[in-house]
Antibody, heavy 118, light 107 residues
Framework: QVQLVQSGAEVKKPGASVKVSCKASGYTFTGYYVHWVRQAPGQGLECMGWINPTSGGTDYAQKFQGRVSLTRDTSINTAYMELNRLRSDDTAVYYC???????????WGQGTMVTVSS | DIQLTQSPSFLSASVGDRVTITCRASQGISRSLAWYQQKPGKAPKLLIYAASTLQSGVPSRLSGSGSGTEFTLTISSLQPEDFATYYCQQLNSYPRTFGQGTKVDVK
């Protein structure tokens, strides 16, 4: 079936980097944008950026410019989100999502918990 | 960035109730709006896109309407599985901002 499967939970120290993977299956990976969304504990949803798997083109929310990098490996149908210079307020669940019908996010990964703590 | 404001933020209701959630955009977004449902510990689930188009598999008791700056999500007869948090999202421009959420819980 159509799904996105993300890598497991991470615990990082402030100042470190984290890289989360998102593997697509059941559909043509290059046919849909992949978006990244995060959710801090007890909080709402926040878009971080997107990647076009065909071209590798990206766009980032201004809040994350310079700290986030989205990449992909089309040979293994996987997208990646790397966040640098981690702070305690980066503690959140990070989701990848497929941009589908009407550009809405129709398929979501299961989420990856990233905890930033000294 | 386009701001989305949902009302109410919390809603207590009973099974069988008609429930309406409103989402207001800080500027016109035509019909570029989606609605999601999220349950604790789970990823959001797409319910409606293009303001009123039901995603495949979503029950017909849910409906969406609106255009421009004001949108609504209506559940005609609340079912036990509908107790959750609902988010609107604008799809007009990047970043694809979300509303702050509306939690629907048991009265």
């Amino acid at each position: 079936q159509v799904q996105l499967v993300q890598s497991g939970a991470e615990v990082k120290k402030p100042g470190a980097s984290v890289k989360v993977s998102c593997k697509a299956s059941g559909y043509t990976f290059t046919g849909y944008y992949v978006h990244w969304v995060r959710q801090a504990p007890g909080q709402g949803l926040e878009c971080m950026g997107w990647i076009n798997p065909t071209s590798g083109g990206t766009d980032y929310a201004q809040k994350f410019q310079g700290r986030v990098s989205l990449t992909r490996d089309t040979s293994i149908n996987t997208a990646y989100m790397e966040l640098n210079r981690l702070r305690s307020d980066d503690t959140a669940v990070y989701y990848c999502a497929r941009g589908g019908n009407g550009h809405a996010f129709d398929i979501w990964g299961q989420g990856t918990m990233v905890t930033v703590s000294s | 960035d386009i701001q989305l404001t949902q009302s109410p933020s919390f809603l207590s209701a009973s099974v069988g109730d008609r429930v309406t959630i409103t989402c207001r955009a800080s500027q016109g977004i035509s019909r570029s709006l989606a609605w999601y449902q999220q349950k604790p510990g789970k990823a959001p689930k797409l319910l409606i896109y293009a303001a009123s188009t039901l995603q495949s598999g979503v029950p017909s008791r849910l409906s969406g309407s609106g255009s421009g700056t004001e949108f609504t999500l209506t559940i005609s007869s609340l079912q036990p599985e509908d107790f959750a948090t609902y988010y609107c999202q604008q799809l007009n421009s990047y970043p694809r901002t979300f509303g702050q959420g509306t939690k629907v819980d048991v009265k």
